[in-house]
């Protein structure tokens, strides 16, 4: 039986910028502190593209647009802090639409040296957030307390945690999937522009199923296994390279990321999909999950190839295939599992693709 999976990733870019670490506070490479100057700093915020280098991409890199308007922006908060943590900036921002890319939006801020950018998306979704100690926090009340001129929690919101109970999901419809990033922004002496980019907290799993077999069958649903039980808020230890894909465009891939110690579990989804020969049907609805990095300890030992895996029940059977190509899930991937019924096996097929970005008017702030 051959086993193969198709893999989509969320999409995201890095402009002229890097991604800070939101545990270690950031020092200014502009020396001195007499003779403040004050610049103006206009902000653009966008999903676009990144990919991940641990899997592998479709042959000529296509695009594909985001499914709904759960995964796009409907708030956003961007908070502009100092070397010192002082923050400069924590301003709100409701959309009379979603979108996937916003700007410019000007702040007036010390020039000479280097800030931290946080970048918040949906914080009214339904994520139970936790920190260290244990306790458990409502994520839009603890943004709002930031104020202007105080001092910025790094090293509380760097350990922040999202849960997820056993055999949940990230919950979506009315709700919309958290996003956020941290950037170090360089600020000089005059006006400018910084393009930053920020991530979906989540991966997406979603199911194609075609009958090439000689019989009719059904579908009685899937399961996803091995997902995280909970992850960082915000990304940790990322690290993005520059891939250049077929078509010439650049992307970003992430290389490396953290995650916290955590228990996985098995997510089930039960359906009762009829499926005549010759016909395909999507399994609805996609779900979401929290970035994981498991390892496979089963039979034969270690093995990255079998880090991953889902199942399909057909006709009253539980058909297993592993993801060979997803050593690892970070944040912001799409995992798409094209599965072909045969006669005799079952076909599991892998692509890599990422989101196409969407330009659109920035001036739905209300």
């Known amino acids: 039986m051959n086993k193969f999976v198709y893999i989509i990733l969320f ?11 939101s545990d270690k506070e950031e020092m200014s490479r502009f020396s001195g502190d007499d003779d403040a100057v004050w610049v ?10 990144v990919m991940y280098s641990g899997v592998t991409r479709a042959e000529g890199d296509g695009y594909e647009n985001a499914v709904n308007g759960y995964e796009l922006m409907s708030t956003l908060r961007i908070i502009v ?34 800030k931290r950018v946080y970048l918040f998306a949906n914080e009214n979704s339904s994520i139970d957030v936790q920190s260290e100690d244990g306790a458990w926090l409502n994520l839009k009340e603890e943004l709002e307390q930031i ?48 393009d930053l980019f920020i991530i979906r907290a989540a991966v997406k799993y979603s199911f194609y199923v075609k009958n090439e077999s000689s019989r009719d069958k ?17 990304p940790r230890g990322v ?22 110690e955590t228990e996985y579990y098995t997510y089930r989804f039960t359906a009762n999909y009829s499926l005549p020969r010759g016909k395909e049907v999507t399994l609805s609805p996609s779900c979401y ?38 050593p690892q899930l970070p944040r912001n ?32 702030g209300l």
């Not at 919950?171 to 941290?182: F, Q």
């Not at 059904?218 to 915000?234: E, F, I, K, N, P």
């Open 147 to 194: 104020k202007k001129g105080g001092t910025f929690p790094a090293d509380k919101f760097g350990k922040l945690m999202i849960k997820l109970d056993e055999g949940k999901q990230l919950a979506v419809n009315p709700h919309y999937l958290p996003m956020n990033e941290c950037h170090t922004v360089e600020v000089g002496e005059t006006d400018q522009k910084a």
């Open 81 to 114: 802090v100092r070397p010192d943590n002082t923050v400069e900036e924590n301003r709100f921002i409701s959309f009379r639409d979603v979108l996937q890319h916003y700007g410019d939006e000007r702040f007036k801020v010390r020039g000479r040296e280097t």
């Open 40 to 49: 103006n700093l206009d902000i653009n915020v966008s999903l676009t593209d």
């Open 11 to 21: 999409s995201s870019i890095v402009c002229l910028l890097s991604a800070c670490g």
């Open 239 to 260: 690290r993005y390279r520059n891939a250049e894909g077929s078509d010439g465009t650049i992307y970003k891939e992430i290389e490396a990321f953290e995650v916290p």
């Open 289 to 326: 999950f929290l970035e994981g990095k498991h390892v496979y300890e089963g039979e034969g030992g270690a093995d990255e190839k079998k880090n991953y895996s889902v199942s399909l029940g057909v006709d009253g059977a539980e058909l297993k295939g592993f993801l060979e190509n997803v």
């Open 333 to 364: 991937t799409h995992v798409k599992v094209y599965i072909t019924i045969k006669d005799t096996s079952m076909d599991w097929k892998v692509d890599v693709r990422p989101y196409t970005e969407i330009t659109l008017d920035p001036g739905f």
């Open 218 to 234: 059904t579908v009685t649903g899937y399961a996803v296994h091995d997902m995280a039980r909970q992850a960082y808020l915000l």
